[in-house]
């Protein structure tokens, strides 16, 4: 087990709604950063946050947003789902300049 | 030609024998190279991390690291059937995003 959480496990939302998604970081941790993982494909970067700032963004359009908390956790939203949003989505939490990074178990999101 | 290429398999081998996993990728500037094990609906695990070119042994676990081809590999010695998943290469140029393989789906036949 790493330590870092993700809630919900699972979730089926209809298009055009919007989602967030949980992740609590491992402690000692105050890096967390998003993946988005299609069926059969490697992890996307979606972005990165470095106390409470967004430290990087990959190719993901603007309704994809995050927060970081005071205590590194952080969310992930999802504005006017798309079917093709329908994704493993992964919390991953590392040391600032320390790429070991740790990944939680994920949210599986279905988008009908 | 994208940044990271890795067979997706599958790749079935018997029970104890030598497993070797590859990727090649195209960015000279990657620092960090890592695999990852990827069980069914689970999170992604850090096997191996390592930094520049070199080798690196943990357990039955070996990585490699040959930048001059831009080339990493992963062998597991002993292969036992709880090895049976999928094997992600992934890298980085420093403490920003990780770059992933596609993932190779192992099977180890009892």
């Known amino acids: 087990e790493t330590g870092v959480t993700q809630s919900p496990t699972h979730l089926i939302k209809t298009r055009g709604q919007q989602v967030t998604l949980r992740c609590s970081s491992q402690s000692g941790h105050n890096t967390v950063s998003w993946y988005q993982q299609a069926l059969g494909q490697g992890p996307q970067f979606i972005f990165q946050y470095y106390r409470e700032e967004e430290n990087g963004r990959g190719n993901f359009p603007p309704r994809f947003s995050g927060l970081q908390f005071p205590n590194y956790s952080s969310e992930l939203n999802v504005n006017a789902l798309e079917l093709d949003d329908s994704a493993l989505y992964l919390c991953?939490?590392?040391?600032?300049?320390?790429?070991?990074?740790?990944f939680g178990q994920g949210t599986r999101l279905t988008v009908v | 030609q994208k940044e990271v290429e890795q067979d997706p398999g599958p790749l079935s081998v018997p029970e104890g024998a030598i497993v070797s996993l590859n990727c090649t990728y195209s960015?000279?500037?990657?620092?960090?190279f890592m695999w990852y094990r990827q069980y069914s609906r689970k999170g992604p695990e850090l096997l191996m991390y390592t930094y520049s070119s070199g080798n690196k042994e943990d357990g039955r676990f070996t990585a490699q690291v040959d930048k001059s081809s831009k080339y990493i590999s992963l062998f597991i010695r002993d292969s036992q059937p709880s090895d049976s998943a999928t094997y992600l290469c992934?890298?980085?140029?420093?403490?920003?995003?990780?770059?992933f393989g596609k993932g190779t789906r192992l099977h180890i036949l009892p």
């Open positions: 992934a890298m980085s140029l420093g403490d920003d995003k990780i770059i």
């Open positions: 960015n000279s500037a990657f620092q960090y």
């Open positions: 991953a939490s590392s040391g600032r300049g320390n790429t070991e990074a740790f």
